[in-house]
């Protein structure tokens, strides 16, 4: 007798754990995994984006202040300089007198940048001898659209990325806003000013610009993968009792992947992130990840 009761057990047993696991089955197939992430109360920066071209800040091209015929090079390129430093010497080509060699000489301190002129060429008063380059500080010009243009203070901060230091971020700030509109452009030029002092940054270099021009505190945000657009309104899914549930929204300020929300939502709601491309209002979900 207790053997055949041990036995019914485990019949028992068994076809118990095949319902559950027929049942988890049939749960699997009727319900759409689902990805959420909790709506909460964060603080959002508002950033404007711009690009340009490094430029130095202080440079200058050189010239000779007497015709005649380069005799030497001072200096070679790439060569720090100081202010007034001798760059090159030139003979003048005055017949019947005898001068002492002209000095080329910097009008700042930098680094040369290029020599244009080789030994024995002739030189005149607008032929460029050098390019001196102060390195320290470099600049940026972006050109800043009409409506972005009163979000502009002078000494407001820049994050500046370089292509050719990937994940490195430089600091600037805004050196000076011109107060003239393009007409054709309807932009106005802002530069951008950022230390330099291992010379990293080089005129020529293509920069992306960020700008933080604001901040909303303790706002209601959700992530930009959450919103659906549809007929120029916007949509979330959230997700209550098992159940996907389509909420039109309300959505304010835009930035760094994330939505603030004004309308539609409250903080604590559960709102799907990832999920099939045809969820339907109603529709049974499970939750497979659940971000915080």
Request: net charge negative.
């Amino acid at each position: 007798m207790r053997v055949i009761l041990i036995f019914a057990f485990c019949i028992l047993h068994f076809l118990t754990g095949c319902a559950k696991r027929e049942t988890e089955e049939i749960y699997k197939q009727t319900t759409h995994p689902v990805s959420v992430t909790l709506v909460s109360r964060q603080n959002l920066k508002e950033f404007l984006f711009y690009s340009g071209d490094i430029e130095a800040k202080d440079q200058a091209t050189v010239f000779s202040k007497v015709t005649g015929k380069l005799v030497e090079n001072k200096v070679q390129e790439a060569d720090f300089v100081e202010k007034g430093q001798t760059l090159a010497l030139v003979d003048r080509d005055e017949i019947g007198y005898e001068f002492e060699l002209a000095p080329v000489t910097s009008p700042i301190t930098g680094i040369v940048g290029r020599a244009y002129m080789d030994r024995g060429a002739s030189v005149n008063l607008i032929t460029p001898i050098a390019l001196v380059v102060n390195m320290d500080e470099v600049r940026v010009k972006i050109n800043v659209t009409e409506k972005d243009l009163p979000r502009m203070e002078k000494d407001l901060s820049a994050q500046v990325n370089i292509d050719a230091y990937a994940g490195e971020v430089f600091k600037g700030y805004v050196e000076k806003v011109s107060p003239v509109v393009d007409l054709d452009t309807r932009t106005a030029p802002v530069w951008i000013n950022i230390a330099n002092p291992k010379h990293k940054l080089k005129p020529g270099m293509f920069a992306r610009i960020k700008l933080m021009v604001g901040e909303h505190k303790d706002v209601l945000l959700i992530l930009r993968e959450a919103v659906i657009e549809e007929d120029s309104q916007r949509y979330i899914f959230m997700v209550e009792d098992n159940r996907a549930y389509k909420k039109e929204v309300k959505i304010g300020l835009a930035s760094d992947g994330k939505f603030e929300v004004l309308e539609g939502l409250k903080s604590g709601d559960k709102v799907i992130v990832m999920g099939p491309s045809d969820l339907k209002d109603g529709d049974l979900v499970r939750i497979v990840e659940e971000e915080k």
